[in-house]
């Protein structure tokens, strides 16, 4: 086995020299009902998984077997398999689940339910729910800390990053940041997370540790009016040097020096651009267009958007798989 | 009736007695509490004034419900409690009843007595005018949820007055960029005959001037009184309405000022040539509909459904955004003290996020909160002013109603 493993990972680094490895892209349909399924090498969809009512949150479980899509309307998330995009079972995640983060220990699911002001917590190996943490209004974009400590929650209508232990469950920290917080990213070393104010139009960088606003970024995109840039999803790459922010009606992904904070570039993609996913070695980003039913994908060292790819009606959420 | 608002206003009443020493009690400390401090929560008590609502409608679906509007403010209340638990502050609200520009103004010293520092106003204009006045004078904020007149906010100019409520001008200029855009130029105007219903026709012809619409008629339907509706009522409807508006001129569309529902609901299906309906009946431009799901807007009509048992009606939602405008103030300005909540409101840096797919934020020389209106019919959400294309130097919302050079109030 572990010789197979030797070999592939030297295939895998051979083929970086010339090209990417290979991997897959999955992309949930909020208004189709559906995950597309895209082959990285061709680019194209090769398959469309139906699945439950309002597909959004998405990502992958189980060391890569598992997909793991949160239906809203149905108040559930399913688990898919990743290779035969076979529906496996679903799992009690309270009502109307809209994104989640997994811990690193690979089996907590950490789901913010919108309508109940909860974020439920739930065992991935047992399928059942561990816990319901009281939050803020409207709770929405989740987070994880690299060490696995923190969780960070934000509530859109209490516009609070809610800092919660995943030892105790209980809040240990709430930061105030601008209007309707849709999602918390940590950067890879755990010094900063950033959150997005989608009303607000900016990004929060936080203190993890004292709970502090440190930054607060903002945008600026000549010939759109300031109450179109609404950020949402933000990826910041494992070296901590480069941000991605997509910013909704504005059409735009801001590219962020993620040391001085300063906005490098405004990337013209699809409209009302939402959630951002990298490829596994973070070649490529890929970005969510709900209006316009595809997918960017921006070629990352590049700073340039290199491929368009139609999907389904609204996608929503993006996740990559190496084969 | 009488008996119902009777043994309500008891209830509440009672209610307002308990909570009247914790909501005093708060006001004091308030100013040495602040965020920090979540041991001992500030108390932030915020008023809401019951009108005496029309309880015959011409469409039963449009009845109200006894806690139209109130429901709205108690959800809000809950929404800020939520956040509340975080920042140390707890919310409480006080309801009174008032029929009467006076009985308004009493309900504003009761409020004030029993620990309010702000009262949310579902007033007629005359109403709102005199109990502001009475707010005033115990150095009140008030929210106006009710008085859609254009002179409140460009003449009337009342500095202790926040207007939540969109104006007819607002509601008239929503409705006309869309039917600029559908390219509906030529209106068929027909108003009622009562004073608001002369109002909002004004506001439509000005509507219909400033994007370039003509009304090709102008009719007014009389109101000559009569029950709302009699058995086999729609025998006549259906020959009367088509006769009254026939012989009009080319036109796309029958726009309806109707307010007082004297007419306004019979005229869809009932035109006499074969035209949408938009205004009072049809497509209507309103601050909320119990149909609005987008910008998250859906997570509020879940909570409002879960808590109320019945949808989100406009009034629900304007109550809850002013009720949210005390609480998004307290927040950002870290206190539970009145004047410093309302130096945060009234200042610049305020805005609010009410599922409008931007921050709304006051006007600062009249004190209107700027908001996107929808266009509905009911059923669905039609679209949502204002349009692209139609544009302002400072803020697209701003191409909505009466703009600060047309106005004479200037805080």
């Known amino acids: ?323 | 009736m009488g008996g119902t608002v009777r043994s309500r206003f008891a209830a509440l009443a009672l209610a307002c007695a308990l909570v009247a020493p914790y909501a005093l009690g708060a006001v004091i400390s308030a100013a040495v509490s602040t965020a920090a401090n979540a041991a001992e929560p500030v108390t932030i008590a915020i008023g809401y004034l019951i009108p005496e609502r029309r309880e015959l409608t011409l469409s039963l679906m449009d009845r109200p419900a006894a806690d139209l509007g109130a429901a709205g403010a108690a959800l809000a209340i809950d929404d800020n409690n939520t956040t509340g638990r975080f920042t140390g502050q707890s919310y409480e609200l006080l309801t009174e009843t008032a029929a009467t520009p006076e009985e308004a103004a009493a309900a504003v010293d009761r409020l004030a007595a029993a620990g309010a520092h702000w009262v949310i106003a579902d007033m007629p204009g005359e109403a709102l005018v005199t109990l502001a006045a009475a707010a005033d004078a115990k150095g009140m904020l008030v929210f106006n949820v009710g008085a859609r007149d254009d002179a409140l906010r460009t003449e009337t100019c009342l500095a202790n007055v926040v207007h939540i409520v969109p104006s007819r001008a607002m509601l008239a200029d929503a409705l006309a960029q869309y039917l600029a855009w559908k390219k509906w130029t030529r209106w068929f105007l027909v108003a009622g005959s009562h004073p608001e219903d002369i109002a909002f026709a004004d506001a439509i012809r000005r509507a219909a001037a400033r994007f370039g619409a003509r009304i090709v008629e102008d009719r007014t339907f009389e109101d000559t009184g009569g029950a709302r509706t009699t058995d086999s009522g729609h025998v006549q409807v259906q020959r009367r309405l088509p006769v009254f508006l026939q012989d009009a001129p080319e036109h796309d569309i029958v726009v309806v000022a109707d307010e007082n529902e004297v007419f306004g609901t019979h005229v869809p299906y009932h035109t006499w040539t074969p035209r949408p309906v938009a205004g009072s009946a049809g497509l209507m431009p309103t601050a909320w509909s119990p149909v609005h799901e987008q910008w998250g807007g859906i997570q509020l009509q879940n909570r409002f459904l879960d808590k109320v048992g019945r949808r989100m009606e406009e009034e629900d939602m304007l109550a809850w955004m002013a009720v949210r405008s005390v609480g998004e103030a307290a927040t950002r300005a870290a206190s539970g003290d009145p004047e410093t909540i309302d130096d945060y409101l009234l200042g610049p840096d305020f805005s609010l996020a009410a599922f409008k797919g931007e921050a709304l934020t006051l006007r600062s020389w009249n004190r209107q909160l700027r908001q996107p209106i929808l266009l509905a019919d009911g059923k669905s959400v039609v679209s949502v002013s204002p349009q692209e294309g139609f544009l302002h130097p400072s803020s697209f919302l701003d191409t909505l109603g009466y703009d600060r050079a047309e106005s004479a109030c200037d805080f």
Not at chain 1, 17 to 32: C, D, L, P, R, W
Not at chain 1, 164 to 169: F, G, Q, V, Y
Not at chain 1, 171 to 192: H, T
Not at chain 1, 276 to 296: H, K, Q, R, W, Y
């Open chain 1, 1 to 323: 086995m572990r010789a197979i493993l030797c070999a592939a990972s030297l295939l895998a680094l051979t083929a970086s020299a010339g090209q990417a490895m290979a991997y897959t892209i999955f992309v949930s349909n909020e208004k189709g009902n559906s995950v597309s399924v895209i082959d990285s090498e061709t680019m194209e969809v090769t398959d469309t998984i139906d699945v439950g009512q309002r597909p959004r949150g998405i990502t992958v479980a189980e060391e890569g077997t598992h997909l793991l899509v949160a239906v809203g309307d149905d108040d559930t998330v399913e688990v898919y398999d990743t290779k035969t995009h076979e529906r496996l079972y679903t799992l009690p995640s309270g009502p109307d689940p809209e994104l989640f983060v997994l811990h690193p220990d690979g089996n907590h699911l950490y789901i913010a339910n919108e309508d109940d002001n909860l974020v439920t917590v739930v065992d991935l190996k047992s399928r059942s729910m561990v816990s319901e943490i009281p939050v803020g209004v409207e709770p929405e974009g989740m987070g994880v800390s690299p060490d696995g400590k923190f969780i960070v929650n934000t509530s859109e209508t209490t516009n609070m990053a809610h800092f919660i232990d995943t030892e105790s469950h209980e809040i240990v920290g709430n930061v105030l940041v601008d209007q309707r917080p849709r999602f918390a990213e940590f950067k890879a070393d755990g010094s900063e997370v950033w959150v997005s104010s989608e009303i607000g139009g900016s990004v929060s960088i936080i203190d993890p540790i004292k709970h502090e606003v440190t930054h607060k970024i903002t945008f600026e995109v000549p010939g759109l009016r300031p109450e179109a840039i609404q950020p949402v999803g933000v990826r910041i790459t494992k070296d901590g040097s480069t941000a991605f922010v997509a910013l909704g009606p504005a059409n735009r992904v801001a590219v962020v020096d993620a040391a001085t904070y300063e906005v490098t570039d405004y990337l013209l993609v699809g409209q009302r651009v939402w959630q951002l996913g990298f490829s596994p070695d973070e070649d490529m980003i890929f970005a969510t267009n709900g209006v316009s039913n595809d997918v960017s994908v921006i070629d990352v060292a590049a700073r340039e958007v290199v491929n368009t790819i139609p999907v389904g009606e609204f996608p929503w959420g993006v996740v990559t798989l190496a084969d």
